[in-house]
Nanobody, 125 residues
């Protein structure tokens, strides 16, 4: 069974940076698209960023474009989310998600088969 484990969350001041990691294990395949979503208290889970199976294509929500960068290291089975210029509205639980196969990555939660447990990011002003 595939397991995804996020790490790197925490408390940071406005304008600061964090790097989230998502380590995967238990796969029986080597191609998969990945994404990050986030969920603030009382709100729906929102798309943040996605990366294709090859790593050549990336997609971002308008709210994070220019501030966040998604990347992957397939040798380490890890996907990253570098978050810069953080704002209070970035406060949420961040989840990584996986779509097995040759996906290009997209913003729909239903496209992803596996999810991590989430990591809390809190941006204080």
């Amino acid at each position: 069974q595939v397991q995804l484990v996020e790490s790197g969350g925490g408390l940071v001041q406005v304008g600061g940076s964090l790097r989230l990691s998502c380590a995967g294990s238990g796969r029986t395949y080597s191609t998969y698209a990945m994404a990050w979503f986030r969920q603030a208290p009382g709100k729906e889970r929102d798309f943040v960023a996605a990366i294709s199976w090859s790593g050549r294509s990336t997609y971002y929500a308008d709210s994070v474009k220019g501030r966040f960068t998604i990347s992957r290291d397939n040798a380490k089975n890890t996907v990253y989310l570098q978050m810069n210029s953080l704002k209070p509205e970035d406060t949420a639980v961040y989840y990584c998600a996986e779509d097995p196969g040759y996906g290009l990555g997209d913003s729909k939660p239903t496209s992803y088969d596996y999810w991590g447990q989430g990591t809390q990011v809190t941006v204080s002003s």
